[in-house]
């Protein structure tokens, strides 16, 4: 749990409790008690008005609450361009969960705001992903989550064809095309494969380790230093 998350689930602990302990709040967020008294002093740091003392226990007071989720007009506009990019050129899962985090935002705006969502000036039209590649983007995104390899038959543009083995780390869009940036065992190497040349994707469920030198930063660097020198 990131500490963030963490000084927040303490605060609803807090509100929901008449008092609370810092070995219940340890045993609740499977952290040590002296975390829980820095959290704690942290929170008071910050301004939360939390009563009470080590060994005893905390109380909230009342009538505190966390301040409503806010934005700026260019935050909102940078929200609503990201999911229709989203909803434009990427898998259905993404497109949805786009969607999904502009729901949320939409209801904790004060009304103003809401307006913005509708009236923002700025649209990606659809960029046709073929059901095929959407399914392929789905596919591999799981196998990078995971660093499993995959196997698939690619057809270059040439049409020479081949079968891979490969090291999924990244997926990259190019304004038109998707690509797979990879390590592929073939070439021993980096490599850029189009998601729509790719056929008979499987994940093989064979984990590929982090090895220095075969990493997305790694190609990323890569990829760089041969744009500089080309």
Request: proline letters at 4%.
């Amino acid at each position: 749990m990131r500490r963030a998350d963490r000084l927040f689930q303490i605060i609803q602990f807090l509100r929901s409790r008449r008092v609370t302990t810092a070995r219940w709040l340890a045993e609740k967020l499977e952290i040590s008690e002296r975390t829980v008294y820095r959290d704690i002093q942290d929170l008071l740091v910050s301004g939360v008005p939390i009563e009470g003392e080590t060994g005893i226990g905390y109380v909230l007071r009342r009538g505190f609450d966390l301040p409503p989720l806010m934005f700026t007009t260019e935050e909102i506009t940078a929200l609503t361009l990201g999911a229709r990019i989203v909803n434009s050129c990427a898998d259905t899962a993404l497109a949805t969960a786009a969607e999904s985090v502009l729901s949320k935002v939409e209801t904790v705006l004060p009304d103003p705001l809401k307006q913005k969502f509708d009236h923002t000036p700025l649209f990606a039209p659809f960029m046709h992903v073929s059901p095929a590649v959407a399914a392929t983007m789905g596919i591999l995104r799981g196998a990078i989550d995971d660093h499993h390899k995959v196997q698939f038959d690619y057809t270059r543009e040439d049409s020479t064809a081949s079968s891979r083995t490969v090291w999924p780390l990244g997926l990259f869009f190019w304004g038109t095309v998707w690509t797979l940036g990879a390590w592929c065992e073939l070439r021993e190497a980096f490599r850029n494969f189009r998601l729509d040349r790719i056929q008979g994707l499987v994940v093989n469920n064979t984990h590929y380790p982090n090895i220095a030198g075969r990493t997305l930063d790694d190609m990323i660097a890569y990829e760089c230093e041969r744009m500089n020198n080309s």
